[in-house]
């Protein structure tokens, strides 16, 4: 099947214009001006803006948490995804059995993936344990089933003692891999938990309280140290949710290290006073990292900016407000970490960022896809608006004006913490691989067209972090 995109205002790799998008068997075939060719469809982007496909780097579907399970699975999830302009994801697995291999949980996420995403997917290795056994099994998972990417945590039940974490960022360097790590100080944190709930202070504000900023900027602090020890092994730090951490973050950047930052709407755009919300509604935003203090969020979009985070994803781990969430209701402890956000990512960072002028288009595509597909080694298939790259096309109306509401939202669960925020721009069509998915936020794919994409290696990432090059 052959489609022809007109008119549209082209975000390609190099450049921005006025143009058309000729695609053939899901391939972008030709980029150009006047393109004048016999196609199957033709699609009028007049005033409208198209970017690559977006690329949520940080999800969490299917995940179980003790006998609670996430509200989104892999078609649930990824049909909300499509439907906010996302059209590849990146999950992190969660946690097998104790003591199992790295092949157990990839063999489980397989199965919950295949003939349900309506997105092409991949998966991130999670490790829960290290040993000679998991440190050889990495290459096969890297080279033959193209898992080019694990993640470590330095907190909760599986988390990894420095020895491991070193063991590990030694052993993905030497494969090519990269290591992406949740960063926060345990200690800590087990610490203030105990003493808070001793003391009676249950409410979902001693969440935040439990798990403060020091927390996290010291854990980052240590893996840089650690990644530095290992030879400059890359090091990814997920969901950065505060400037003490940034600024070790910068710090590692100015000097070469081979350190990136993601971060997450949530972080950008709420802050810890949703903790003290009236009718246990604090309890929506219970996650972790914690909701910060206000002042957080600009120095964070500035770190955008300049170039010093890289990508913004979503960390999406959805639990209803009702039931799930409100196990906390008379303890913060007893509350499942984790909140909805993959449809609202790319209107909340369209709307907040390049219609009020905080980054320029270019960065905008860059941060929620050009970026990740380079580190997560998805680029040039994607990522990118270019000849010989999948035809992941997002179309967004930057004239559309709404108010976020859950109404109006895909994700399987029972609220959004967004609920309310007036956007100006919106995504209005969805096409992965050259199938129109969704259009003006209606789902018209097929459950379990996504394919599982194997990632490269061949990544390379310019030191002075205002690129990622190849």
């Known amino acids: 099947m052959n489609t022809l995109i007109k008119n549209g205002n082209i975000i390609a790799e190099d450049k921005q214009f006025i143009g058309d998008i000729f695609i053939e068997d899901g391939i972008i075939s030709e980029i150009g001006i006047n393109i004048n060719k016999d196609a199957d469809e033709i699609i009028d982007a007049s005033n409208k803006i198209v970017v690559p496909g977006a690329i949520d780097a940080h999800t969490h579907l299917n995940i179980h948490m003790g006998d609670i399970v996430a509200k989104d699975d892999f078609y649930t999830g990824t049909v909300a995804a499509a439907c906010g302009g996302t059209t590849t994801i990146v999950d992190h697995m969660g946690f097998g059995p104790k003591g199992c ?4 949980q990839l063999g489980v996420y397989h199965g919950y993936a295949r003939n349900n995403s309506v997105i092409d997917y991949s998966f991130h290795g999670v490790i829960q344990h290290v040993d000679d056994n998991i440190l050889n099994e990495m290459e096969e998972m890297v080279k033959e089933e193209g898992i080019a990417s694990f993640k470590i945590y330095l907190t909760y039940d599986n988390k990894v003692s420095d020895e491991e974490a070193l063991k590990v960022l030694i052993r993905l360097k030497e494969l090519g891999a990269i290591t992406t790590v949740h960063c926060e100080n345990d200690g800590v ?6 003493l808070f709930v001793k003391e009676g202070k249950t409410q979902p504000i001693y969440h935040a309280l439990s798990r403060p900023e020091e927390s996290e900027a010291e854990a980052v602090n240590r893996m840089i140290s650690l990644a530095t020890v290992a030879g400059d092994a890359p ?3 997920v969901h950065v949710s505060c400037e003490k951490s940034m600024e070790h973050i910068v710090k590692a950047q100015q000097e070469g290290k081979n350190v990136m930052a993601e971060t997450c709407p949530q972080y950008l755009f709420l802050d810890e006073d949703k903790y003290r919300e009236k009718n246990l509604q604090g309890l929506k935003y219970i996650m972790s990292p914690p909701l910060r203090k206000k002042e957080n969020q600009g120095l964070l979009w500035n770190n955008i900016v300049n170039k010093n985070i890289q990508v913004v994803a979503t960390d999406h781990c959805p639990f209803d407000f009702n039931g799930d969430k ?3 209701k008379d303890d913060f402890t007893k509350c499942p970490n984790g909140g909805p956000g993959i449809e609202t990512r790319i209107p909340l960072m369209f ?8 980054i320029n288009i270019r960065d905008f595509v860059d941060i929620v896809s050009t970026n990740p597909a380079k580190i ?3 680029y040039p298939k994607k990522g990118v608006i270019r000849e010989g790259s999948d035809a992941d096309i997002v179309i967004i109306d930057k004239n559309k004006e709404f108010t976020l509401s859950k109404a109006m939202l895909h994700e399987n669960v029972d609220y959004t913490p967004y609920e309310g925020i007036r956007l100006k721009g919106y995504p209005v069509l969805t096409m992965v691989r050259g199938k129109v998915i969704v259009v003006d936020n209606v789902f018209i794919g097929k459950k379990g067209y996504g394919e599982f994409i194997k990632r490269s290696t061949n990544r390379v990432i310019s030191r002075n972090h205002n690129a990622l090059d190849y």
């Open 235 to 237: 090091l990814y730090i």
């Open 351 to 358: 709307s907040e960022g390049v219609m009020k002028g905080k």
């Open 101 to 104: 291999n790295l092949h157990h």
């Open 326 to 328: 409100q196990r906390g």
């Open 189 to 194: 944190i087990n610490y203030l938990r105990n």
């Open 376 to 378: 997560f080694g998805l």
